[in-house]
């Protein structure tokens, strides 16, 4: 049994990372026995491991059970953004508020900064087919920023929901950092709610949370309409808006 659930995360670990890489694109077919053939296992830890996704909302179903790439929309991207925006802001608020008073909880973010200034330090130097390259690297102090964010908040309620949403959020990463331009801007942003969360500025970590996601938001409608995985009813009525 120990075998087999660590085959069915392994089989798990490397399909979600397909997944949030767009190397499995949205809308791709899941072929228990063709994955299992790829990934060296047997179908029990694949159809696990497909499972679990599902309910992470990352893979869903078609009518007969066959099982695919959850497809990424314009709609269901407003959507998640918009509930984002009710969340993460309010969050950073709170870590700010308590960052003010226990200096212990601010340790992560000025390490995220310190990075942060030395990746944009670096950045700027590099021509524009290795700034691409790069990109991984913001990723991780971006990432270490939510996990910071979450890991500090005190609303064990809000943080788990904020938490869950990371499957569905990381894949759109990829589509929301389009060129240099909006990755100096992203980085401009995050360095806002780093600084706002550092001083104890509860109401502009606030403002700055809500405004890169805006921002994010943005830069993804504009990255799906030229995409040819935007797929569902609600793609025609959101460019329609």
């Known amino acids: 049994m120990a075998r087999a659930t660590g085959k069915s995360e392994a089989v798990y670990e490397r399909l979600k990372g397909d997944i949030e890489s767009l190397r499995l694109r949205p809308g791709a077919k899941l072929s228990e026995v063709q994955l299992g053939e790829e990934l060296g296992a047997s179908r029990t830890p694949v159809r696990e491991a497909i499972r679990r996704l599902a309910r992470?909302?990352?893979?869903?179903?078609?009518?007969?059970?066959?099982a695919r790439v959850a497809p990424i929309s314009l709609g269901g991207v407003r959507a998640l953004y918009e509930f984002r925006m009710l969340l993460e802001p309010r969050a950073a608020a709170s870590v700010a508020t308590v960052g003010s008073t226990d200096e212990r909880v601010l340790v992560p973010f000025r390490e995220l900064l310190a990075r942060l200034e030395e990746f944009d330090e670096t950045f700027r130097t590099l021509d524009t087919t290795a700034q691409t390259?790069?990109?991984?690297?913001?990723?991780?102090?971006s990432e270490g920023f939510d996990q910071a964010v979450v890991a500090a908040c005190r609303n064990p309620y809000l943080a788990r929901t904020i938490a869950d949403l990371r499957s569905q959020t990381v894949r759109l990463r990829h589509l929301s950092h389009t060129g240099p331009r909006r990755m100096l801007t992203s980085l401009e942003e995050h360095r806002a709610?780093?600084?706002?969360i550092i001083q104890g500025d509860a109401e502009a970590a606030e403002a700055a949370g809500r405004h890169h996601l805006a921002q994010t938001l943005q830069a993804l409608i504009d990255s799906l309409v030229g995409q040819d995985f935007a797929v569902g009813a609600d793609v025609r009525v959101d460019l329609a808006q």
């Open 56 to 66: 992470e909302g990352l893979v869903d179903f078609v009518p007969g059970e066959i």
């Open 133 to 141: 390259g790069s990109y991984q690297r913001f990723y991780e102090v």
């Open 193 to 196: 709610m780093l600084k706002a």
